[in-house]
């Protein structure tokens, strides 16, 4: 379910030896399925825990994990990176903002999924985002918002970066993407 570094590991044990004895960590998504769904790692000394919550064994401590969090959670990796500008601990959790779909889940369904876990982080760190709209005769119709709506770059995004990776992932249920934005350049365009 949760994937923890051995550098991830070792820091929560250095953080954990100053805590309540049997202190464990808690990894959580508030807000789980939508748009504004944020992970989170706390501690979690041992009369927090639940009885229907999900203990996963590290070395050193285990990470608990409530029911409503778990299915958000399946593919998350944890991990601990220093270089020279200092250390920080991520956090990444591909299936928090939408549930991991089906493989023979409706087309539509697995788009979108696609939209919400791989490319709408990308398209986060310039403020945009994208939905599917539509799904017709094989062409996912798309609405930029934020950042992408007005940017210069938005017809390289859609074709080079967005379509390709669709067409990649659905060679024979997709022959391409389109725009259905109405495109107003301004402050919140990236370019």
């Known amino acids: 379910m949760i994937t ?3 550098n991830a590991q070792a820091h929560f044990r250095k953080l954990l030896e100053k805590q309540v004895e049997n202190t464990n960590i808690r990894v959580f998504v508030m807000n789980p399925g939508t748009p504004n769904a944020e992970c989170g790692v706390s501690y979690c000394p041992p009369d927090a825990v639940e009885a229907e919550d999900v203990r ?11 029911p409503n969090s778990a299915p958000f959670l399946e ?28 493989d023979d889940a409706p087309l539509a369904e697995r788009v ?5 876990s791989e490319i709408n982080p990308s398209l986060a760190a310039h403020g ?28 390289v995004t859609l074709k080079e970066g967005i379509e390709k990776q669709l ?24 370019y």
């Open 75 to 102: 593919d998350a990796v944890i991990d601990f990176v220093s270089d020279q500008m200092g250390s920080q601990l991520t956090l990444k959790a591909p299936n928090a903002k939408m549930r991991k779909v089906e």
């Open 128 to 155: 945009g985002k994208v939905t599917l709209v539509d799904l017709t005769d094989g062409i996912a119709v798309l609405q930029f918002g934020g950042g992408c709506n007005g940017c210069s770059m938005v017809d």
């Open 4 to 6: 923890i570094s051995e």
């Open 112 to 116: 979108e999924y696609i939209l919400q």
């Open 56 to 66: 996963l064994p590290f070395s050193g401590f285990d990470a608990i994990i409530d």
């Open 167 to 190: 067409l990649q992932l659905f060679p024979d249920e997709l022959k391409g993407v389109k725009d259905a934005t109405e495109h107003a350049r301004g402050e919140h365009s990236f």
